[in-house]
């Protein structure tokens, strides 16, 4: 076994906690093909009170003092202790907003409800928090003479979107693989923008899968995907964000869509920092929300996770949680099971009028937050969320990310049960008396008493 390697946080086999590994190493899982962690030097960190901490973070939130004003840097030393800040590749992620929806609460019968929006973030989803950890280390390895091509993926939407924008920022070349023909323009055009190597392959996304592990075992090429658990590094600070936000009030309650499962693991990853280093002294409890044509995570929930069997996943509105076989999986069970969690599912017709229900509330949301509120309301039915708890849920992406299945339920186009919330143009020539008396009556039915 290899001896201790340098620096104050280091790679660790989640099996085998003796078997570690230097952050600059390029290693991906350990040697029973299982995933790594990244651990930090938690008596290091305990050298600073909470209350240093809390005064630290909150001197360098949103200033210019590179790289700290970032959401993600601004706790350089609980993400990535040893790298020098010239490496860091940052456009000033995190700090999204969290705010009380309170016109949405009161709808549906929650007093304190407040939405974290990671996807009003540089390339639109929470993906950003990730890359910009991956990607810098990637830039201080080169920056060490370490020998690597280009940096890749394989991915359908966000993941790509994450890592060409920090890849062209750091000048370094990545590369992106996706199924020919599965993708939409809105997902196509953002990595071909920044200029990534972008393969369409005649295969599906388990078909990219595949290719991408190949040139990274044979060619050297960095593996972006999120089996590197360098990415949760830089998305557990949205666990610690929320509290810091909340000015250290702890919720009663955090609910997130989950598919790959890295962003649930991440969130507790940074709840678990907060509580050792006594920056919060209780919990919230975790609630994950999958789609049902997705839902391998909510079966084992059911099975009180005695047994995690992988499915073959249906397609779903909430395409970047369409999942059968969760990579991150072991890290989320052990993360509901210390967050006394639960996992609720949704089905196609729940997710998209929970959207449309919230979009009349004046937010915008994706498909996978449209799951995350579903899930949230069954738990407000089953009484197992109290109408006065606090409650936060964590928006993934931006709702402009995802407009098609918008612009067909608003046009009534979508599959399934007549949407209750339809608002399609009204068509009419423009003729003014006609436009009036037609305004009058929309006006009068949708607010009048
Ligand atoms: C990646 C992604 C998810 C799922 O995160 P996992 O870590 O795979 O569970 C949810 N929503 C959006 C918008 C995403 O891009």
Redesign the pocket.
């Given at each position: 076994m290899a001896a201790q390697p340098k620096g104050q946080a280091w790679f660790e086999s989640l099996a085998d906690p003796s078997e570690r590994y230097g952050l600059d190493e390029i290693v991906y899982t350990d040697q029973s093909g299982g995933l790594l962690q990244v651990v930090h030097d938690m008596d290091a960190l305990k050298e600073r009170s909470a209350d240093e901490w809390k005064q630290l973070f909150d001197q360098r939130a949103r200033r210019t003092e590179w790289p700290y004003g970032s959401g993600v840097w601004g706790k350089k030393e609980w993400v990535l202790p040893d790298i020098k800040p010239d490496n860091v590749v940052s456009m000033y992620e995190g700090y999204t907003n969290l705010f009380w929806a309170e016109r949405y609460g009161r709808e549906i019968g929650l007093n304190d409800l407040w939405i974290k929006l990671c996807?009003n973030s540089h390339t639109g989803?929470?993906?950003d928090l990730g890359m910009t950890v991956l990607v810098s280390q990637v830039k201080e390895m080169i920056a060490q003479g370490a020998e690597i091509p280009a940096v890749a993926c394989a991915s359908t939407?966000?993941?790509s979107a994450a890592l060409a924008a920090y890849a062209a920022a750091a000048s370094i070349p990545s590369v992106v693989f996706l199924p020919r023909g599965k993708i939409s323009l809105a997902q196509l055009i953002q990595p071909v923008a920044n200029g990534a190597i972008v393969f369409a392959l005649d295969t599906d996304f388990d078909g990219c899968m595949k290719i991408v592990r190949e040139v990274s075992e044979r060619d050297g090429v960095y593996l972006a995907n999120?089996m590197n658990s360098l990415r949760i590094e830089g998305?557990k600070t949205v666990g610690i964000e929320i509290l810091e936000q909340l000015d250290w009030n702890v919720p009663d309650w955090i609910v997130?869509?989950?598919?790959?499962?890295?962003?649930?693991?991440?969130l507790a990853k940074g709840l678990d920092m907060l509580l050792d280093l006594g920056l919060i002294d209780r919990k919230p409890r975790i609630c994950v929300g999958q789609a049902q044509a997705a839902n391998p995570l909510y079966l084992a929930y059911k099975k009180d996770f005695e047994v995690f069997e992988p499915i073959a996943a249906r397609p779903t509105v909430?395409s970047?949680?369409q999942?059968g076989d969760?990579v991150?999986r072991d890290k989320?069970i052990d993360a509901l099971r210390r967050y006394d969690g639960v996992v609720e599912e949704a089905s196609e017709a729940e997710i998209v009028e929970a959207c449309a229900a919230a979009d009349r509330t004046g937010l915008f949301n994706?498909p996978?937050?449209g799951v995350a509120l579903v899930a949230m309301q069954k738990l407000l039915k089953s009484g197992q969320i109290h109408k006065d708890e606090k409650v936060v849920v964590v928006s993934?992406?931006h709702g402009l990310?995802?407009t098609d299945f918008k612009r067909d339920y608003h046009e009534m186009t979508l599959e399934g049960p007549s949407p209750l919330h339809a608002n399609p143009p009204i068509e009419l020539s423009a003729r003014y008396d006609d436009v009036r008396d037609r305004m009058l009556r929309e006006i009068d039915l949708r607010f009048g008493s």
């Open positions: 996807g989803s929470f993906k939407g966000d993941t999120s998305q997130i869509p989950g598919g790959n499962l890295g962003n649930v693991s991440a909430a970047a949680i999942i969760p991150s989320a994706c996978h937050t993934t992406a990310k995802f």
